[in-house]
Protein backbone atom coordinates (compact mmCIF):
# COMPACT_ATOMS: atom_id res chain seq x y z
CA UNK A 1 0.00 0.00 0.00
CA UNK A 2 1.31 3.31 -0.61
CA UNK A 3 2.47 5.39 2.14
CA UNK A 4 -0.11 8.60 1.82
CA UNK A 5 -3.22 6.05 1.38
CA UNK A 6 -1.80 4.24 4.71
CA UNK A 7 -1.14 7.11 6.45
CA UNK A 8 -4.93 8.64 5.46
CA UNK A 9 -6.08 4.90 6.92
CA UNK A 10 -4.67 6.04 10.12
CA UNK A 11 -5.74 9.05 10.33
CA UNK A 12 -9.63 7.83 9.32
CA UNK A 13 -8.95 4.70 11.85
CA UNK A 14 -7.80 7.60 14.49
CA UNK A 15 -10.70 10.07 13.39
CA UNK A 16 -13.34 7.41 13.75
CA UNK A 17 -11.94 6.21 16.68
CA UNK A 18 -12.09 9.74 18.53
CA UNK A 19 -15.53 10.05 17.53
CA UNK A 20 -16.79 6.79 18.88
CA UNK A 21 -14.36 5.92 21.04
CA UNK A 22 -15.85 7.14 24.16
CA UNK A 23 -19.63 6.27 23.55
CA UNK A 24 -18.30 2.89 22.90
CA UNK A 25 -16.18 2.75 26.37
CA UNK A 26 -19.77 3.59 28.04
CA UNK A 27 -21.50 0.79 25.86
CA UNK A 28 -18.90 -2.08 26.47
CA UNK A 29 -18.07 -1.09 30.67
CA UNK A 30 -21.88 -1.04 30.68
CA UNK A 31 -22.27 -4.26 28.52
CA UNK A 32 -19.88 -6.22 30.32
CA UNK A 33 -21.95 -5.65 33.29
CA UNK A 34 -25.03 -6.41 31.84
CA UNK A 35 -23.69 -9.86 30.57
CA UNK A 36 -25.26 -10.51 34.55
CA UNK A 37 -28.52 -8.90 33.86
CA UNK A 38 -30.18 -11.75 34.60
CA UNK A 39 -28.43 -11.79 38.07
CA UNK A 40 -28.53 -8.25 38.29
CA UNK A 41 -32.30 -8.15 38.68
CA UNK A 42 -32.05 -11.12 41.68
CA UNK A 43 -28.76 -8.26 43.08
CA UNK A 44 -30.71 -5.34 43.17
CA UNK A 45 -33.93 -6.65 44.98
CA UNK A 46 -33.75 -7.33 48.99
CA UNK A 47 -32.35 -10.00 49.85
CA UNK A 48 -35.10 -13.05 50.73
CA UNK A 49 -34.41 -16.39 52.12
CA UNK A 50 -37.53 -17.66 50.22
CA UNK A 51 -38.13 -16.91 46.96
CA UNK A 52 -41.95 -16.83 45.19
CA UNK A 53 -42.12 -19.47 42.67
CA UNK A 54 -43.49 -19.76 38.97
CA UNK A 55 -47.05 -21.29 39.77
CA UNK A 56 -48.20 -17.97 40.01
CA UNK A 57 -47.79 -16.75 36.37
CA UNK A 58 -51.32 -17.38 35.25
CA UNK A 59 -52.57 -16.01 38.59
CA UNK A 60 -50.55 -12.72 37.94
CA UNK A 61 -51.37 -12.71 34.33
CA UNK A 62 -55.34 -12.73 35.19
CA UNK A 63 -54.42 -9.78 38.05
CA UNK A 64 -52.78 -7.78 35.59
CA UNK A 65 -55.16 -8.10 32.82
CA UNK A 66 -58.22 -7.31 35.75
CA UNK A 67 -56.45 -3.91 36.99
CA UNK A 68 -55.40 -2.99 33.24
CA UNK A 69 -57.59 -4.54 30.12
CA UNK A 70 -55.33 -2.75 27.83
CA UNK A 71 -52.78 -4.73 29.05
CA UNK A 72 -53.35 -7.49 26.88
CA UNK A 73 -52.74 -5.82 23.78
CA UNK A 74 -49.82 -6.56 24.02
CA UNK A 75 -47.38 -8.06 27.17
CA UNK A 76 -44.81 -9.98 27.70
CA UNK A 77 -45.05 -12.72 30.67
CA UNK A 78 -41.63 -13.90 31.88
CA UNK A 79 -41.41 -16.88 34.23
CA UNK A 80 -38.72 -18.16 36.95
CA UNK A 81 -39.05 -17.40 40.19
CA UNK A 82 -40.34 -14.36 40.70
CA UNK A 83 -42.66 -13.92 37.13
CA UNK A 84 -43.01 -10.67 35.71
CA UNK A 85 -45.57 -9.41 33.23
CA UNK A 86 -44.12 -6.49 30.63
CA UNK A 87 -46.60 -4.76 29.58
CA UNK A 88 -47.85 -1.57 27.02
CA UNK A 89 -50.24 1.17 27.50
CA UNK A 90 -50.57 3.82 24.94
CA UNK A 91 -50.70 7.19 26.50
CA UNK A 92 -51.36 10.26 24.37
CA UNK A 93 -49.90 7.60 21.27
CA UNK A 94 -47.33 7.19 22.95
CA UNK A 95 -45.89 3.65 23.83
CA UNK A 96 -45.28 3.37 27.76
CA UNK A 97 -44.00 0.14 29.34
CA UNK A 98 -44.64 -1.31 32.40
CA UNK A 99 -43.33 -4.09 34.52
CA UNK A 100 -45.03 -5.68 37.28
CA UNK A 101 -44.10 -9.01 39.45
CA UNK A 102 -46.01 -11.67 41.16
CA UNK A 103 -44.88 -10.66 44.58
CA UNK A 104 -46.33 -7.02 43.62
CA UNK A 105 -49.85 -8.66 44.48
CA UNK A 106 -51.25 -9.66 47.45
CA UNK A 107 -53.39 -13.19 47.18
CA UNK A 108 -56.55 -10.74 46.80
CA UNK A 109 -54.89 -9.28 43.61
CA UNK A 110 -54.16 -5.89 45.49
CA UNK A 111 -51.01 -4.02 45.01
CA UNK A 112 -48.46 -4.35 47.69
CA UNK A 113 -45.84 -1.14 48.08
CA UNK A 114 -42.63 -2.24 48.20
CA UNK A 115 -39.36 -0.98 47.39
CA UNK A 116 -38.50 -1.11 43.52
CA UNK A 117 -35.37 -0.78 41.92
CA UNK A 118 -34.19 -0.17 38.35
CA UNK A 119 -30.39 -1.06 38.85
CA UNK A 120 -30.10 -3.52 35.66
CA UNK A 121 -32.16 -1.75 33.73
CA UNK A 122 -30.62 1.33 33.81
CA UNK A 123 -27.38 -0.37 33.20
CA UNK A 124 -28.92 -2.00 30.42
CA UNK A 125 -30.01 1.22 29.00
CA UNK A 126 -26.35 3.12 29.36
CA UNK A 127 -25.21 0.11 27.54
CA UNK A 128 -27.65 0.25 24.28
CA UNK A 129 -28.17 4.02 24.55
CA UNK A 130 -26.37 5.30 26.71
CA UNK A 131 -29.26 6.62 28.81
CA UNK A 132 -30.63 8.56 26.31
CA UNK A 133 -34.38 8.52 25.86
CA UNK A 134 -35.13 7.79 22.51
CA UNK A 135 -32.38 8.92 20.33
CA UNK A 136 -30.02 7.17 22.05
CA UNK A 137 -30.20 3.89 20.20
CA UNK A 138 -30.38 5.14 16.48
CA UNK A 139 -26.88 7.16 18.58
CA UNK A 140 -25.45 3.89 19.38
CA UNK A 141 -26.41 2.66 15.80
CA UNK A 142 -24.32 4.67 14.03
CA UNK A 143 -21.39 4.68 16.53
CA UNK A 144 -21.76 0.90 15.88
CA UNK A 145 -21.48 1.94 11.56
CA UNK A 146 -18.56 3.84 12.43
CA UNK A 147 -17.03 1.52 14.69
CA UNK A 148 -17.29 -1.10 12.30
CA UNK A 149 -15.43 1.25 9.79
CA UNK A 150 -12.48 1.82 12.08
CA UNK A 151 -12.20 -2.39 12.61
CA UNK A 152 -12.18 -2.42 8.80
CA UNK A 153 -9.53 0.51 8.62
CA UNK A 154 -7.74 -0.94 11.32
CA UNK A 155 -7.56 -4.44 9.92
CA UNK A 156 -6.10 -2.59 6.70
CA UNK A 157 -3.57 -0.74 8.64
CA UNK A 158 -2.41 -4.01 10.70
CA UNK A 159 -3.05 -7.25 8.53
CA UNK A 160 0.96 -6.44 6.90
CA UNK A 161 2.37 -6.50 10.20
CA UNK A 162 -0.47 -8.96 12.37
CA UNK A 163 2.33 -11.82 13.49
CA UNK A 164 4.67 -9.25 14.32
CA UNK A 165 2.28 -7.22 16.71
CA UNK A 166 1.32 -10.16 18.34
CA UNK A 167 4.10 -10.33 20.75
CA UNK A 168 4.89 -6.48 20.38
CA UNK A 169 4.04 -5.32 24.42
CA UNK A 170 7.48 -3.74 24.58
CA UNK A 171 8.19 -1.22 27.97
CA UNK A 172 11.43 -0.19 26.98
CA UNK A 173 11.25 3.57 27.80
CA UNK A 174 8.94 4.98 25.39
CA UNK A 175 4.94 5.23 26.78
CA UNK A 176 3.54 6.03 23.60
CA UNK A 177 5.20 3.05 22.07
CA UNK A 178 3.38 1.25 24.93
CA UNK A 179 0.21 2.60 24.37
CA UNK A 180 -0.05 1.58 21.03
CA UNK A 181 1.31 -1.73 21.45
CA UNK A 182 -1.39 -2.29 24.11
CA UNK A 183 -3.80 -1.29 21.64
CA UNK A 184 -2.91 -3.23 18.64
CA UNK A 185 -2.46 -6.11 20.82
CA UNK A 186 -5.73 -6.05 22.38
CA UNK A 187 -7.19 -4.94 18.92
CA UNK A 188 -5.63 -8.00 17.31
CA UNK A 189 -6.34 -10.60 19.95
CA UNK A 190 -10.54 -9.51 19.84
CA UNK A 191 -11.20 -8.50 16.64
CA UNK A 192 -13.73 -11.12 15.83
CA UNK A 193 -15.14 -10.72 19.15
CA UNK A 194 -15.42 -6.33 18.12
CA UNK A 195 -16.45 -7.73 14.34
CA UNK A 196 -19.30 -9.38 15.90
CA UNK A 197 -20.47 -6.37 18.19
CA UNK A 198 -20.13 -3.68 15.11
CA UNK A 199 -22.65 -5.82 12.89
CA UNK A 200 -24.98 -7.06 15.76
CA UNK A 201 -24.63 -3.38 17.32
CA UNK A 202 -25.49 -1.90 14.26
CA UNK A 203 -27.94 -3.63 12.90
CA UNK A 204 -30.12 -3.17 16.28
CA UNK A 205 -29.58 0.48 16.62
CA UNK A 206 -30.05 1.17 12.65
CA UNK A 207 -32.86 -1.63 11.50
CA UNK A 208 -35.26 1.71 11.88
CA UNK A 209 -33.00 4.00 9.88
CA UNK A 210 -32.59 1.45 7.16
CA UNK A 211 -36.21 0.44 6.78
CA UNK A 212 -36.73 3.99 5.93
CA UNK A 213 -34.06 4.60 3.74
CA UNK A 214 -34.71 1.37 1.57
CA UNK A 215 -38.19 2.17 1.58
CA UNK A 216 -37.82 5.85 0.47
CA UNK A 217 -35.11 4.73 -2.10
CA UNK A 218 -35.15 1.09 -3.07
CA UNK A 219 -37.88 -0.68 -2.45
CA UNK A 220 -41.28 2.03 -1.78
CA UNK A 221 -43.63 2.17 1.54
CA UNK A 222 -43.98 -1.58 1.19
CA UNK A 223 -40.82 -2.22 2.77
CA UNK A 224 -41.61 -1.14 5.95
CA UNK A 225 -44.46 -4.24 6.24
CA UNK A 226 -42.29 -6.68 4.99
CA UNK A 227 -39.36 -6.60 7.21
CA UNK A 228 -42.01 -6.38 10.10
CA UNK A 229 -43.17 -9.88 8.66
CA UNK A 230 -39.22 -11.29 7.72
CA UNK A 231 -38.54 -10.69 11.58
CA UNK A 232 -41.19 -11.83 13.11
CA UNK A 233 -42.59 -14.85 14.24
CA UNK A 234 -45.88 -14.60 13.28
CA UNK A 235 -47.64 -11.45 11.83
CA UNK A 236 -49.28 -8.94 14.66
CA UNK A 237 -53.27 -9.84 15.19
CA UNK A 238 -55.49 -7.12 14.89
CA UNK A 239 -58.42 -7.37 17.51
CA UNK A 240 -61.86 -8.56 16.06
CA UNK A 241 -63.83 -6.85 18.79
CA UNK A 242 -64.91 -10.50 19.62
CA UNK A 243 -64.59 -11.46 22.79
CA UNK A 244 -63.27 -14.86 23.66
CA UNK A 245 -62.62 -17.01 26.62
CA UNK A 246 -58.44 -17.95 26.46
CA UNK A 247 -56.70 -20.86 27.40
CA UNK A 248 -54.65 -20.95 30.40
CA UNK A 249 -50.92 -20.68 30.58
CA UNK A 250 -50.16 -24.14 31.22
CA UNK A 251 -51.98 -25.39 27.70
CA UNK A 252 -49.58 -22.65 26.16
CA UNK A 253 -46.63 -24.15 27.90
CA UNK A 254 -47.84 -28.22 26.94
CA UNK A 255 -48.60 -26.98 23.68
CA UNK A 256 -44.89 -25.98 23.38
CA UNK A 257 -43.30 -28.60 25.46
CA UNK A 258 -45.50 -30.99 22.70
CA UNK A 259 -44.08 -29.54 19.78
CA UNK A 260 -40.48 -28.59 21.41
CA UNK A 261 -39.45 -31.05 23.74
CA UNK A 262 -36.04 -29.18 24.15
CA UNK A 263 -37.54 -25.37 25.01
CA UNK A 264 -36.62 -23.81 27.42
CA UNK A 265 -39.22 -21.19 27.83
CA UNK A 266 -37.95 -17.33 28.28
CA UNK A 267 -41.03 -15.35 27.78
CA UNK A 268 -44.76 -15.71 26.55
CA UNK A 269 -46.07 -12.86 24.52
CA UNK A 270 -49.36 -12.32 24.37
CA UNK A 271 -51.38 -10.37 21.42
CA UNK A 272 -54.90 -8.97 21.72
CA UNK A 273 -55.17 -11.24 24.54
CA UNK A 274 -59.46 -11.74 25.63
CA UNK A 275 -60.03 -11.44 21.86
CA UNK A 276 -61.00 -14.30 19.43
CA UNK A 277 -57.89 -13.42 17.19
CA UNK A 278 -55.50 -13.45 20.32
CA UNK A 279 -52.49 -15.01 19.54
CA UNK A 280 -49.52 -16.49 22.13
CA UNK A 281 -45.98 -16.93 21.06
CA UNK A 282 -44.27 -19.78 23.56
CA UNK A 283 -40.57 -17.72 22.60
CA UNK A 284 -37.07 -19.57 24.20
CA UNK A 285 -34.08 -21.50 23.30
CA UNK A 286 -33.25 -24.71 22.60
CA UNK A 287 -29.38 -25.38 23.65
CA UNK A 288 -26.88 -25.91 21.79
CA UNK A 289 -27.11 -24.04 19.39
CA UNK A 290 -25.60 -21.11 18.55
CA UNK A 291 -28.90 -19.46 16.84
CA UNK A 292 -30.99 -20.75 19.45
CA UNK A 293 -34.14 -18.85 19.68
CA UNK A 294 -37.51 -20.80 19.09
CA UNK A 295 -40.71 -19.89 18.89
CA UNK A 296 -44.19 -21.82 18.82
CA UNK A 297 -47.08 -19.84 18.20
CA UNK A 298 -50.53 -20.45 18.95
CA UNK A 299 -54.12 -19.41 18.96
CA UNK A 300 -54.50 -17.73 22.74
CA UNK A 301 -57.95 -19.06 22.85
CA UNK A 302 -57.69 -23.04 22.19
CA UNK A 303 -54.03 -22.88 22.13
CA UNK A 304 -54.32 -24.77 18.80
CA UNK A 305 -51.14 -24.58 16.97
CA UNK A 306 -50.03 -21.82 14.52
CA UNK A 307 -46.65 -22.12 13.82
CA UNK A 308 -43.16 -23.07 15.07
CA UNK A 309 -39.57 -21.51 14.34
CA UNK A 310 -36.90 -23.33 15.72
CA UNK A 311 -33.46 -24.52 15.07
CA UNK A 312 -33.15 -26.30 11.59
CA UNK A 313 -36.78 -25.55 11.07
CA UNK A 314 -37.30 -22.13 10.02
CA UNK A 315 -37.09 -19.48 7.39
CA UNK A 316 -33.55 -17.62 6.28
CA UNK A 317 -34.33 -14.64 7.44
CA UNK A 318 -34.92 -15.74 11.24
CA UNK A 319 -32.15 -18.01 10.65
CA UNK A 320 -29.95 -14.74 9.94
CA UNK A 321 -31.63 -12.68 12.29
CA UNK A 322 -31.68 -15.31 15.56
CA UNK A 323 -27.60 -15.00 15.75
CA UNK A 324 -27.69 -10.99 15.50
CA UNK A 325 -29.20 -11.24 18.88
CA UNK A 326 -27.43 -14.43 20.34
CA UNK A 327 -23.61 -13.47 19.26
CA UNK A 328 -24.73 -9.93 20.49
CA UNK A 329 -26.29 -11.13 23.61
CA UNK A 330 -23.49 -14.06 24.43
CA UNK A 331 -26.28 -16.28 25.72
CA UNK A 332 -25.97 -19.28 23.73
CA UNK A 333 -22.88 -21.49 24.93
CA UNK A 334 -23.73 -20.88 29.20
CA UNK A 335 -21.38 -19.31 32.37
CA UNK A 336 -18.18 -19.95 30.18
CA UNK A 337 -19.30 -18.03 27.10
CA UNK A 338 -21.11 -15.04 29.42
CA UNK A 339 -17.47 -14.58 31.62
CA UNK A 340 -15.80 -15.10 28.07
CA UNK A 341 -17.78 -11.60 26.87
CA UNK A 342 -16.85 -10.37 30.44
CA UNK A 343 -13.18 -10.44 29.48
CA UNK A 344 -13.51 -8.92 26.67
CA UNK A 345 -15.94 -6.50 26.89
CA UNK A 346 -13.63 -4.91 29.51
CA UNK A 347 -10.56 -5.30 27.07
CA UNK A 348 -12.89 -3.82 24.36
CA UNK A 349 -12.71 -0.26 27.38
CA UNK A 350 -9.12 -0.93 27.10
CA UNK A 351 -8.80 -0.57 23.63
CA UNK A 352 -11.26 2.78 23.34
CA UNK A 353 -9.17 4.17 26.32
CA UNK A 354 -6.20 3.74 24.93
CA UNK A 355 -7.08 4.50 21.31
CA UNK A 356 -8.00 8.10 22.50
CA UNK A 357 -4.72 8.33 24.63
CA UNK A 358 -2.96 7.55 21.46
CA UNK A 359 -4.40 9.81 19.66
CA UNK A 360 -3.78 12.87 21.76
CA UNK A 361 -0.20 11.79 22.73
CA UNK A 362 0.42 11.37 18.69
CA UNK A 363 -1.10 15.46 18.23
CA UNK A 364 0.71 16.93 20.25
CA UNK A 365 3.91 14.88 19.40
CA UNK A 366 3.16 16.08 15.44
CA UNK A 367 1.85 19.31 15.81
CA UNK A 368 3.42 20.51 19.25
CA UNK A 369 1.09 21.61 22.33
CA UNK A 370 -2.73 21.45 21.24
CA UNK A 371 -5.68 22.60 23.33
CA UNK A 372 -7.68 19.62 21.35
CA UNK A 373 -5.26 16.75 22.27
CA UNK A 374 -5.82 17.91 25.96
CA UNK A 375 -9.22 18.55 26.35
CA UNK A 376 -9.87 14.93 24.38
CA UNK A 377 -7.22 13.40 26.72
CA UNK A 378 -9.13 15.41 29.87
CA UNK A 379 -12.14 14.43 28.67
CA UNK A 380 -11.47 10.84 28.14
CA UNK A 381 -10.16 10.47 31.98
CA UNK A 382 -12.89 12.25 33.41
CA UNK A 383 -15.88 10.27 31.07
CA UNK A 384 -13.80 6.46 31.66
CA UNK A 385 -13.27 6.97 35.55
CA UNK A 386 -16.93 9.18 35.83
CA UNK A 387 -19.10 6.26 34.37
CA UNK A 388 -16.95 3.00 36.21
CA UNK A 389 -17.20 5.00 39.11
CA UNK A 390 -20.75 6.35 38.96
CA UNK A 391 -21.97 2.81 38.08
CA UNK A 392 -19.97 1.51 40.84
CA UNK A 393 -22.17 4.25 43.29
CA UNK A 394 -25.19 3.43 41.46
CA UNK A 395 -24.46 -0.37 42.70
CA UNK A 396 -24.33 1.44 46.41
CA UNK A 397 -26.91 3.70 46.74
CA UNK A 398 -29.14 0.92 45.55
CA UNK A 399 -28.50 -1.22 48.73
CA UNK A 400 -28.17 2.43 50.83
CA UNK A 401 -31.81 3.18 49.54
CA UNK A 402 -33.27 0.15 49.39
CA UNK A 403 -32.97 -0.05 53.04
CA UNK A 404 -32.97 3.57 54.62
CA UNK A 405 -35.87 4.81 55.79
CA UNK A 406 -37.10 6.16 52.29
CA UNK A 407 -37.08 2.84 49.88
CA UNK A 408 -39.27 5.06 47.47
CA UNK A 409 -36.22 6.89 46.12
CA UNK A 410 -34.42 3.76 45.30
CA UNK A 411 -34.86 4.47 41.05
CA UNK A 412 -33.82 8.09 41.44
CA UNK A 413 -30.48 7.43 44.08
CA UNK A 414 -29.61 5.22 41.68
CA UNK A 415 -29.79 7.85 38.59
CA UNK A 416 -28.81 10.66 40.67
CA UNK A 417 -26.22 8.61 41.90
CA UNK A 418 -24.41 8.10 38.95
CA UNK A 419 -25.07 11.25 37.09
CA UNK A 420 -23.52 13.07 40.22
CA UNK A 421 -20.20 11.24 40.50
CA UNK A 422 -19.75 11.31 36.84
CA UNK A 423 -20.12 15.21 36.95
CA UNK A 424 -17.65 15.48 39.59
CA UNK A 425 -15.09 13.12 37.57
CA UNK A 426 -15.19 15.01 34.24
CA UNK A 427 -15.22 18.41 36.12
CA UNK A 428 -12.11 16.99 38.76
CA UNK A 429 -10.46 15.85 34.87
CA UNK A 430 -9.88 19.24 33.54
CA UNK A 431 -9.28 21.07 36.89
CA UNK A 432 -6.12 18.72 38.04
CA UNK A 433 -3.40 17.52 35.82
CA UNK A 434 -4.18 14.12 33.94
CA UNK A 435 -1.41 12.38 35.43
CA UNK A 436 -3.29 13.36 38.83
CA UNK A 437 -6.37 12.21 37.51
CA UNK A 438 -5.24 8.79 36.57
CA UNK A 439 -3.23 8.37 39.92
CA UNK A 440 -6.75 9.13 41.93
CA UNK A 441 -8.89 7.72 39.88
CA UNK A 442 -7.72 4.51 39.23
CA UNK A 443 -7.42 3.19 42.84
CA UNK A 444 -10.52 5.18 43.39
CA UNK A 445 -12.71 3.11 40.92
CA UNK A 446 -11.04 -0.09 42.17
CA UNK A 447 -11.65 0.63 45.33
CA UNK A 448 -15.40 1.54 45.20
CA UNK A 449 -15.82 -1.84 43.11
CA UNK A 450 -14.47 -3.63 46.54
CA UNK A 451 -16.92 -1.73 48.51
CA UNK A 452 -19.92 -2.27 47.25
CA UNK A 453 -20.40 -6.68 47.83
CA UNK A 454 -18.79 -5.44 50.77
CA UNK A 455 -22.08 -2.87 51.57
CA UNK A 456 -24.34 -5.25 50.05
CA UNK A 457 -22.80 -8.01 52.62
CA UNK A 458 -22.78 -5.92 55.85
CA UNK A 459 -26.43 -4.56 54.86
CA UNK A 460 -28.46 -7.98 53.78
CA UNK A 461 -25.84 -9.91 55.71
CA UNK A 462 -23.05 -12.36 54.36
CA UNK A 463 -24.65 -15.32 53.85
CA UNK A 464 -26.59 -13.64 51.24
CA UNK A 465 -23.25 -13.91 49.45
CA UNK A 466 -23.96 -17.71 49.22
CA UNK A 467 -26.75 -17.31 46.59
CA UNK A 468 -25.76 -18.22 43.22
CA UNK A 469 -27.22 -14.57 41.36
CA UNK A 470 -25.30 -12.44 44.54
CA UNK A 471 -21.97 -14.64 43.86
CA UNK A 472 -21.78 -14.18 40.10
CA UNK A 473 -22.92 -10.39 40.69
CA UNK A 474 -20.28 -9.48 43.43
CA UNK A 475 -17.54 -11.54 41.80
CA UNK A 476 -18.04 -9.76 38.63
CA UNK A 477 -17.59 -6.85 40.58
CA UNK A 478 -14.58 -7.80 42.16
CA UNK A 479 -12.86 -8.82 38.98
CA UNK A 480 -13.76 -4.80 37.80
CA UNK A 481 -12.10 -4.07 41.31
CA UNK A 482 -8.48 -6.17 40.02
CA UNK A 483 -8.46 -5.29 36.79
CA UNK A 484 -8.29 -1.23 37.64
CA UNK A 485 -5.80 -2.50 40.05
CA UNK A 486 -3.87 -4.01 37.76
CA UNK A 487 -3.98 -1.03 35.31
CA UNK A 488 -3.15 1.16 38.05
CA UNK A 489 -0.20 -1.10 39.02
CA UNK A 490 0.95 -0.96 35.10
CA UNK A 491 0.81 2.90 35.46
CA UNK A 492 2.88 3.00 38.40
CA UNK A 493 5.46 0.76 36.95
CA UNK A 494 5.35 2.57 33.67
CA UNK A 495 6.20 5.74 35.85
CA UNK A 496 8.80 4.14 37.51
CA UNK A 497 10.51 3.62 34.20
CA UNK A 498 9.91 6.90 32.24
CA UNK A 499 8.87 10.42 32.74
CA UNK A 500 5.62 10.76 31.67
CA UNK A 501 4.22 12.36 28.46
CA UNK A 502 4.08 16.11 28.76
CA UNK A 503 0.59 16.29 28.00
CA UNK A 504 -0.05 14.51 30.93
CA UNK A 505 1.45 16.76 33.50
CA UNK A 506 0.49 20.48 31.47
CA UNK A 507 -2.54 22.84 31.00
CA UNK A 508 -5.51 22.75 29.00
CA UNK A 509 -4.03 26.04 27.51
CA UNK A 510 -1.16 25.31 24.51
CA UNK A 511 1.23 27.61 26.60
CA UNK A 512 1.05 25.83 29.24
CA UNK A 513 2.56 23.14 27.67
CA UNK A 514 5.84 22.69 26.53
CA UNK A 515 7.26 21.65 23.35
CA UNK A 516 6.82 17.76 22.95
CA UNK A 517 9.18 15.47 21.19
CA UNK A 518 8.25 12.17 19.61
CA UNK A 519 8.77 9.28 21.71
CA UNK A 520 10.26 11.82 24.54
CA UNK A 521 8.45 9.67 27.37
CA UNK B 1 -14.55 15.61 6.98
CA UNK B 2 -13.81 12.89 4.33
CA UNK B 3 -15.58 10.11 7.10
CA UNK B 4 -18.33 12.46 7.68
CA UNK B 5 -18.90 12.49 3.91
CA UNK B 6 -19.20 8.78 3.95
CA UNK B 7 -20.93 8.62 6.53
CA UNK B 8 -23.83 10.86 5.00
CA UNK B 9 -23.66 9.66 0.96
CA UNK B 10 -22.67 6.10 1.87
CA UNK B 11 -26.01 5.25 3.65
CA UNK B 12 -28.41 5.71 0.43
CA UNK B 13 -25.63 4.15 -1.89
CA UNK B 14 -25.53 1.25 0.24
CA UNK B 15 -28.83 1.07 0.23
CA UNK B 16 -29.05 1.17 -3.22
CA UNK B 17 -26.60 -1.14 -4.31
CA UNK B 18 -28.84 -3.30 -2.32
CA UNK B 19 -31.65 -2.58 -4.37
CA UNK B 20 -29.37 -3.17 -7.34
CA UNK B 21 -28.26 -6.62 -5.78
CA UNK B 22 -31.92 -7.19 -5.05
CA UNK B 23 -33.03 -6.91 -8.51
CA UNK B 24 -30.25 -8.87 -9.60
CA UNK B 25 -30.19 -12.17 -7.75
CA UNK B 26 -32.82 -14.60 -8.98
CA UNK B 27 -34.57 -15.33 -5.59
CA UNK B 28 -37.35 -13.08 -3.96
CA UNK B 29 -35.80 -10.52 -2.22
CA UNK B 30 -38.64 -11.00 0.82
CA UNK B 31 -37.02 -14.26 1.46
CA UNK B 32 -33.65 -12.71 2.09
CA UNK B 33 -34.46 -9.20 3.85
CA UNK B 34 -32.43 -9.23 6.54
CA UNK B 35 -29.03 -10.58 4.67
CA UNK B 36 -29.91 -7.44 2.75
CA UNK B 37 -29.89 -5.14 6.05
CA UNK B 38 -26.64 -6.56 7.08
CA UNK B 39 -25.20 -6.48 3.59
CA UNK B 40 -26.13 -2.80 3.55
CA UNK B 41 -24.52 -1.99 7.50
CA UNK B 42 -21.34 -3.22 5.73
CA UNK B 43 -21.25 -1.13 2.91
CA UNK B 44 -22.08 1.54 4.98
CA UNK B 45 -18.73 1.19 6.94
CA UNK B 46 -16.72 -0.11 4.14
CA UNK B 47 -18.04 3.43 2.19
CA UNK B 48 -17.20 5.16 4.75
CA UNK B 49 -13.37 3.32 4.80
CA UNK B 50 -13.37 4.62 1.37
CA UNK B 51 -14.34 8.29 1.50
CA UNK B 52 -11.54 8.33 4.31
CA UNK B 53 -9.15 7.00 1.60
CA UNK B 54 -9.92 9.44 -1.33
CA UNK B 55 -7.07 12.01 -1.94
CA UNK B 56 -9.39 14.91 -1.26
CA UNK B 57 -12.78 16.41 0.30
CA UNK B 58 -13.86 17.33 -3.20
CA UNK B 59 -13.16 13.79 -4.87
CA UNK B 60 -14.46 11.76 -2.12
CA UNK B 61 -17.90 13.96 -2.12
CA UNK B 62 -18.24 14.19 -5.91
CA UNK B 63 -17.47 10.50 -6.49
CA UNK B 64 -20.52 9.76 -3.63
CA UNK B 65 -22.67 12.40 -5.10
CA UNK B 66 -21.94 10.65 -8.73
CA UNK B 67 -22.36 7.15 -7.02
CA UNK B 68 -25.45 8.20 -5.63
CA UNK B 69 -27.12 9.54 -8.95
CA UNK B 70 -25.94 6.61 -10.96
CA UNK B 71 -27.34 4.06 -8.35
CA UNK B 72 -30.78 5.84 -8.31
CA UNK B 73 -30.86 5.99 -12.36
CA UNK B 74 -30.29 2.48 -12.56
CA UNK B 75 -32.96 1.27 -9.80
CA UNK B 76 -35.43 3.83 -11.84
CA UNK B 77 -34.92 1.32 -14.50
CA UNK B 78 -36.17 -1.39 -12.70
CA UNK B 79 -39.51 -2.41 -11.41
CA UNK B 80 -38.55 -2.82 -7.53
CA UNK B 81 -39.53 0.73 -6.33
CA UNK B 82 -43.29 0.17 -5.04
CA UNK B 83 -43.57 -3.40 -6.61
CA UNK B 84 -44.56 -6.28 -4.81
Known amino acids: MRVDTMKRQIDLHAWVGIVSGLALFVAFFAGAINMFHHELHHWQEPWRTSEANDTSMQALLDTVIARNPEAGNWMFLIPGDEPAAIWQETVDGDAVWHTEHASDFNDAGEAIERPHSELAGFINELHFRLGIPVVGLYLMGVISVLYGAALIGGLVIHWPKLKKEFFALKHQGNLRRYWKNLHNLVGVISFPFHLIFAITGAAMGCFALLTLVFGALAFGPQFQGAATDAMEAWPTPEASGNAATMAPVDRYLATAREQLPELEVGWLELQQYGDENAVVDVGGSVPGNVAHHAHVVMRADNAELLTVSAPGARPFNHFLLSPVYSLHFGDYGGLFVRLLYFVLGLLGCLLFVSGNIMWSERRTDRQGPSRAAAIMLRLTLGVTFGVMAGIAVSFMANKLAMYSPWPGTTVVAEKAAFVATLLVAVLSAFRVPPLTTARLWLPLCGGLYVLVPLLQGAIEGFASWLDPDRLLVNGALLAIAASLFLVDRLRAGRLRQAAPHPLWVGGIRPDATGPAEAGVA | ?84
Open chain 2, 1 to 84: MRALLGGVLGLPLAAMLCGLLAVVIPVDWHDWLVLMMLLCLVFWAALIVLAGVASSHWRAGLTLLVANGLAWLLLQTTTLYGGA
